[in-house]
């Protein structure tokens, strides 16, 4: 990566994603699970509404709360305190992952809609777009 000074000015894309263990190894539409990830999802919109806040928070959480799976930890951490003083364009999206989903009995699934359907309004006051993966 280039040195910190040398990012590009472009917008930066953020996918806050939420999963979820499947409560069955058959894909299939369970309230309970779906719920509790379009939950969590549903909690994270309050940091896209402000993006400086929510890059002061990542900057502060990281190497505690925050962990960074692979890559320079050192480097990456410079980034998010350059971040949360020079607060890049920030678009951000979020991404809801149940594998214990089927998909395709979602349609028609009143309950399962409205919860969908709820976080998608959410999502699109802060101009999120929203991502649901199942099986």
Not at 8 to 25: E, M, N, Q, W
Request: proline share 6%; glycine share 8%.
């Amino acid at each position: 990566m280039a040195p910190i000074a040398d990012l590009p000015k472009a917008p930066v894309h953020v996918t806050l994603c939420h999963c979820k263990f499947a409560g069955s190894d058959v894909p299939r539409r369970q309230l309970k699970d779906l719920d509790e990830v379009v939950g969590q999802a549903h909690r994270s919109v309050r940091w896209m509404s402000n993006p400086r806040v929510f890059w002061e928070t990542l900057a502060a959480r990281f190497g505690n709360r925050a962990k960074l799976m692979k890559g320079d930890s050192a480097l990456v951490g410079d980034a998010l305190k350059y971040f949360a003083t020079n607060m890049p364009d920030t678009q951000v999206a979020l991404q809801v992952v149940q594998p214990g989903l089927d998909i395709a009995k979602v349609p028609g699934w009143v309950a399962g809609e409205i919860l969908l359907s709820f976080l998608s309004d959410a999502a699109g006051t802060v101009g999120a777009a929203v991502t649901i993966v199942g099986a």
